[in-house]
């Protein structure tokens, strides 16, 4: 009870009774009116504000696009790469005219150089983008993977990894799941060598026969490898780790959706038995499985149904391996009128999301009303990136179903999607939802704790009942939710849940944050 013991009884005693009420403690009431004033003053105050604000996890992150263009473009250097400076792109070498080596983006640039480099740092990303007719937000975001593309990951993902975890820390996130394409080549292989696709078990059976579990070892290694490449570059370790080692990281399995039907089928079976390989080893890593590319690409709209199937089948030979998917990553225009109606309820449904990402059609979907209601009965939590939704779909503010979740108490939480090309970070999602939203300070503790409360580490959650952040189960009952001495039963309790405790650590770091509105502060004078 370290830093309980410097707090009066009375307030302690008077924050175990609030705690299991659900009311404002008084240290929490003052950071609310921080945050009121804060809200006040405007969108730079706010950013301060919300800097440290303990947000808890990222949910929805892919590994590619949350790297920044200045980093993709010191690695070719280090790869050796070439620039092609019409496309903004990297090319293999050699590096022919009128290619450049990414190696002269380095040291002292000419005003030529450097010009290039804003160029490709613009290119890589939406900085600075404006959709002209022809090429929109969405191209220009999808086309940024390809641009970047060639860089060599089994040297640098220990890096990229690393970026993601110290930019997380910098801003009071403890929590990441980080989604990644590991090897699939074998599986696309004897995917295509086994064309003849009649029912999934038979597929599935056809596909283990022919090897499928051969690259599990290499997948397994592919994150494991970028834990402890990023682990020895924060120098985790009982002393002078550096902040990125508090971040906990897990990984999410990206199947690319876009592909046949053979293939998509191996890359997702590819996926659940890594995952499970992963979780039955206790190793750490992979948690979950996703879809990824556009969903409204050709095949991803044709293959729809078909692919939801295919998850619901596998789903039920591996029942332990999490889903989340992309759902609802659309708008009206996009994709004909048809296509908005089913996606985000298959996805519940069939495809066994227990997460969705983005979510944004919803209220084209037949009988949006009834799906809301499912989906908050199931506690189905929508990952939720306003910017990416703005920079791919064009829908902000009153277009986007945010506030509609939330008033059908649907669970929604704040996350960056892809914050290297998008250019922004976690706090200034949360400063955008704050404003377009009117958001008070206990809504914004509500999105972070549910961000925690949906994450997919093993365990069961401190919370008594799902989604409610106002009792905590019985064994850690009558005690402040953030004791740094928690009773022997609620030790044991917290002992047995990875989850419960990176809640708990939560809960530990909102003490620590409304702490420092305890007492006004002195303005220095001048
Ligand atoms: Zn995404």
Redesign the pocket.
């Known amino acids: 009870m370290k830093h309980l013991s410097r707090l009066p009884v009375s307030l302690v005693l008077f924050s175990v009774f609030v705690a299991a009420a659900g009311a404002q403690s008084p240290t929490e009431a003052r950071a609310a009116h921080a945050y009121d004033a804060a809200v006040k003053a405007g969108p730079l105050a706010l950013h301060a504000f919300l800097d440290q604000f303990p947000k808890g996890a990222d949910l ?1 992150v ?1 590994l590619s ?1 949350a790297v920044y263009a200045e980093t993709f473009i010191k690695d070719a250097a280090e790869d050796g790469l070439c620039i092609d400076p019409k496309a903004l792109s990297f090319e293999k070498p050699p590096c022919a005219d009128p290619l450049v080596p990414a190696a002269e983006l380095s040291g002292v640039l000419t005003p030529a150089q450097q010009d290039l480099y804003d160029r490709l740092v613009d290119s890589f990303s939406m900085r600075s983008y404006v959709p002209t007719p022809g090429f929109s937000g969405h191209d220009q975001f999808f086309s940024t993977f390809d641009r970047f593309h060639g860089l060599s990951s089994n040297r640098h993902i220990g890096e990229w990894v690393d970026e993601i975890a110290r930019r997380a820390a910098a801003q009071n996130q403890q929590y990441i799941e980080l ?1 990644e394409t590991p090897p699939f080549s074998h599986a696309a292989k004897i995917a295509q060598k086994n064309l003849n696709f009649t029912d999934f078990a038979m597929y599935r059976n056809l596909l283990l026969s022919h090897g499928l579990k051969d690259e599990v070892a290499a997948d397994r290694a592919d994150v494991r490898g970028a834990e402890v490449a990023r682990k020895q570059m924060e120098q985790c370790g009982p002393t002078q780790a550096m902040p990125g080692c508090d971040v906990t990281i897990r990984y999410i399995y990206q199947v690319l959706r876009g592909h046949s039907v053979q293939q998509v089928f191996a890359q997702t079976l590819l996926g659940f038995e890594t995952v499970q390989a992963a979780m039955d080893a206790h190793d750490n890593t992979w948690v979950g499985i ?1 879809f ?1 590319q556009p969903e409204d690409g050709f095949i991803s709209m044709r293959d729809y149904t078909l692919q939801m199937k295919m998850l619901n089948y596998l789903h039920s030979v591996y029942p332990k391996v999490h889903i989340s998917l ?1 759902a609802g ?1 659309l708008a009206p225009g996009l994709v004909p009128p048809e296509g908005l109606r089913f996606h985000i309820r298959q996805a519940v449904d069939d495809g066994q999301a227990e997460r969705v ?2 979510g944004v059609d919803v209220m084209y979907e037949d009988n949006a009303q009834a799906l809301l209601k499912e989906m908050a009965q199931k506690h189905v939590m929508v ?1 939720i ?1 306003l910017s ?1 939704n703005e920079g791919i779909l064009g829908i902000k503010g009153a277009e986007h179903p945010f506030p509609i979740y939330r008033t059908a108490h649907v669970p929604v939480a704040l996350s960056t ?2 914050e290297g090309v998008s250019r922004i970070e976690l706090t200034h999602e949360y400063v955008r939802a704050a404003l377009d939203y009117h958001l008070s300070y206990q809504d914004l503790k509500q999105l972070a704790r549910t961000g925690m409360e949906h994450n997919f580490l093993p365990g069961p959650s401190l919370w008594a009942a799902p989604d409610i952040f106002t009792l905590v189960v019985d064994a850690c009952r009558g005690q402040l939710p953030d004791s740094d001495a928690p009773t022997a039963s609620c030790k044991t309790f917290l002992d047995g849940s990875q989850k419960a405790t990176a809640q708990w650590e939560q809960e530990r770091r909102f003490r620590v944050f409304e702490a420092q509105f305890a007492t006004p502060a002195t303005e220095p004078r001048n």
């Open positions: 929805h892919h696009g989604m996703n990824v992309h990553e990402g983005h990952e990136n990416s999607d892809d």
